[in-house]
């Protein structure tokens, strides 16, 4: 009964905030950008078509640049505009728990950016019609991509309930997300590994957002790496509902 | 039944709410009265359980509100300060986003999102965009999410806030109509809104009860309850006037108030409220060959209690 009650709340939230993104140009604009981007980086750097290769690597490897910059701001309106409006008191003096309303607001975003994804298909049929590709690989890709967003947008969400400037949560998120980005680039390991204990040097770069995505993108389908993406996710839904409860005592 | 128990919150160094205490029925509508910053919606929002209280606790139908807020939530409409709506989405679809999370499906939902357009007279806007509403259709939009689910328990912050005249009417009617079957909280520093609808007023000042009472026994504590107000032609003697008035028995003092051109006016108060001097009054004038054009009681106002205990 608890548990129907909670899907109820969790997919009334989802669908009002889902068409939502669609009620205001935002949505359009950032589906714009982000096909641009991935678009501009994955033929005019990687050079698709002259690399002689059917794979999808050279588009992959994008992602998690483009989600650095774009995700931050399809998640810093989450919570803020909820405050900016006033009906963040609503929403929290619904019979609904805190958590109902955290997950389905959430899984809308992570939906829509679900959406913006889809809308790259052209890549992997192009990539079939030229050539024999790897298709686990894709979907791997595929699928990493879409995890390693759920964890930038996580991200997002959660510093969206800090503030109620939007601008101050983009930033915010980008600083944090940056980190995860850059933890299991050499630079980074190399400036810590100068006196760190090894044992902190492996944990900073197994909390890379990019060595997980890039596994599964070669279509290495290791359960560790998708648990790593849904822990992220739940420790930061969770860290936001904190903040949230600390709020109303603050 | 709501009950508050020594609610308190500090803000910072401030301290807005202190050890505010009361318990309402079903049937009472309590009228939530105070200057602006008094911490009346602060009281409001820690009985919903929108922020916490540092000290004292609240519970709605039995169920405490940190402990068990769904419980209690489920049972209350809430109308915020303001009367907060989501401007991008239809009055329809904010009617029917908030029956979704109360849980209403299909014909039911449909029935109870009728039943509260109906009620707030938003049939003429009910495909319209919120953002393109006046402040008065806002103001109703969120009324009906507060409703829609038939609460027992209703807790609004400033509901007529913003509306026009015939607007605050409707909605004082609609809030008498539902008065029988609910326990109802309602702030306001609107003090002929409380005569109209309450049956009990708590006038806060400075984050503390001041005053818990009857509208009627309320306006009884006001200093001018009893007074007479006296009115002479221009031609009269005022000294003469007053001097005799000042010799009545049971007079406390006078004095002359008025300034009106064409008028004098002098205002008498009662050593003792609840024993008229009005008669005494008009007897002793009389005896002195004074003839005032009219002889007023004071009832006592709302407005007088009100800035006498807020400021």
Known sequence: MKIKESMNHISVIFKRELKGYFSVPVAYLFLIFFLLLLGFFTFNVSRFFESGHAGLEGFFQWHPWVFLALIPAVAMRLWAEERRMGTIELILTFPVSLFDIILGKFLAAWAFIGIALLLTFPMPLTAMYLGSPDVGAMLGGYLGSFLMAGAFLSVGIMTSAMTQNQAVSFILAIGVNFFFVLAGHAPVTAAISGWAPVWFVDMVSGLSFTAHFMSLARGVLDLRDILYYISVIFFMLLANSVILQNRRAA | ?311
């Not at chain 2, 026009?164 to 306001?188: F, G, L, W, Y």
């Not at chain 2, 007023?201 to 007479?228: C, Q």
Request: with cysteine.
């Open chain 2, 1 to 311: 039944m709501i009950e508050a128990i020594d609610l308190t919150r500090d803000f910072g160094p401030n301290r807005a709410v202190d050890g505010i205490s009361f318990s309402i029925k079903k049937g009472e509508i309590l009228g939530f009265l105070g200057p602006n910053g008094a911490g009346k919606s602060t009281t409001m929002r820690m009985i919903m359980g929108y922020i916490s209280p540092t000290r004292g606790s609240a519970s709605i139908g039995g169920h405490d509100v940190a402990s068990d807020p769904v419980a209690a939530r489920k049972k209350t409409g809430y109308l915020p300060e303001n009367a907060p709506v989501y401007p991008d989405m239809t009055v329809f679809d904010y009617l029917d986003f908030c029956a979704g999370i109360r849980g209403f499906k299909g014909a039911e939902k449909t029935g109870k999102i009728g039943g509260a357009i109906e009620k707030c007279f938003l049939g003429q806007v009910t495909h319209q965009t919120i953002s393109t509403l006046s402040k008065g259709f806002k103001q109703r939009v969120c009324f009906a999410q507060s409703i829609l689910h038939d609460p027992e328990y209703l807790i609004m912050d400033e509901p007529t806030d913003g509306l026009d005249p015939n607007q605050k009417h409707e909605v004082r009617m609609m809030i008498r109509e539902m008065s029988q079957k609910k326990a109802m909280i309602i702030s306001t520093h609107i003090l002929d809104e409380v005569e109209a609808l309450c049956t009990r007023a708590i006038i806060i000042s400075n984050g503390r009860i001041v005053a818990d009472e009857t509208p009627e026994n309320l306006k009884k504590m006001a200093s001018n309850h009893g007074a007479v107000r006296i009115l002479f032609d221009e031609t009269a003697d005022p000294g003469a006037a007053l001097s005799c008035i000042k010799k009545t028995p049971g007079v406390k003092w006078a004095r002359q108030t008025g300034f009106k051109v064409g008028e004098i006016e002098i205002e008498a108060r009662p050593d003792d409220p609840s024993a008229p001097i009005e008669g005494n009054i008009t007897a002793s004038l009389a005896a002195n060959d004074q003839t005032p054009k009219s002889v007023v009681i004071q009832q006592g106002r709302l407005d007088d209690l009100f800035r006498e205990l807020t400021t």
